[in-house]
T-cell receptor, first 116, second 115 residues
Framework: DSGVTQTPKHLITATGQRVTLRCSPR?????VYWYQQSLDQGLQFLIQYYNGEERAKGNILERFSAQQFPDLHSELNLSSLELGDSALYFC???????????????FGEGSWLTVV | AQTVTQSQPEMSVQEAETVTLSCTYD???????LFWYKQPPSRQMILVIR??????QNATENRFSVNFQKAAKSFSLKISDSQLGDAAMYFCGDAMKGGSEKLVFGKGTKLTVNP
């Protein structure tokens, strides 16, 4: 158990709908990362937050948005869903003070999203 | 820009033998670190080993070790005494240090361990 908690574990929804994926980082971790892994694909970096602020952005679609709340949990919002959005969405966390060394990024078990 | 390349989509090894998975990266940053993650069929991402770029000594974790060639931007993973439980997808990644530490992965290598 990595200590990163993601909910829901599985979700099936229809095209055009909107869903929210939730992530609770490990206790004490300030950074949250979101990744998308489509079937038989590698992991695509979506976005990173550090202590409530957006720090890095990857190939995140405009239909997707995320935020990190004061209690450090994060939510990834996916709207106007398309069939191609079906994927495993990972949240990861790390302690990550700026300029630190020795950081390790821990992954949650992922949220499986199926768009039908 | 960060790019990570794993040139071997699939590899196989006999149980108890040694296998090396290749990885090259291209980062313009001077301060970064490198990872190998394992993803078994459960899809859980499990950290195997990490290497700080400023350290010349290759990292080792039990049966797992790396060959880090900084000038060549190469970071291969060696698995010794392979076990059936090592069968998984292996992802190489690099992360820049600092306030933004996004970890960028390669496309992965599927390792099969034959009994």
């Amino acid at each position: 158990d990595s200590g990163v908690t993601q909910t829901p574990k599985h979700l099936i929804t229809a095209t055009g709908q909107r869903v929210t994926l939730r992530c609770s980082p490990r206790s004490g971790d300030l950074s949250v990362y979101w990744y998308q892994q489509s079937l038989d694909q590698g992991l695509q970096f979506l976005i990173q937050y550090y202590n409530g602020e957006e720090r890095a952005k990857g190939n995140i679609l405009e239909r997707f948005s995320a935020q990190q709340f004061p209690d450090l949990h994060s939510e990834l919002n996916l709207s106007s869903l398309e069939l191609g959005d079906s994927a495993l969405y990972f949240c990861a966390s790390s302690f990550n003070p700026p300029g630190s060394s020795g950081n390790t990024i821990y992954f949650g078990e992922g949220s499986w999203l199926t768009v039908v | 820009a960060q790019t990570v390349t794993q040139s071997q989509p699939e590899m196989s090894v006999q149980e108890a033998e040694t296998v090396t998975l290749s990885c090259t990266y291209d980062t313009s940053e001077s301060d970064y670190y490198l990872f190998w993650y394992k993803q078994p069929p459960s899809r859980q991402m499990i950290l195997v080993i990490r290497q700080e770029a400023y350290k010349q000594q290759n990292a080792t974790e039990n049966r797992f070790s790396v060959n880090f060639q900084k000038a060549a931007k190469s970071f291969s993973l060696k698995i010794s005494d392979s076990q059936l439980g090592d069968a998984a997808m292996y992802f190489c990644g690099d992360a820049m240090k600092g306030g933004s530490e996004k970890l960028v992965f390669g496309k992965g290598t599927k390792l099969t361990v034959n009994p």
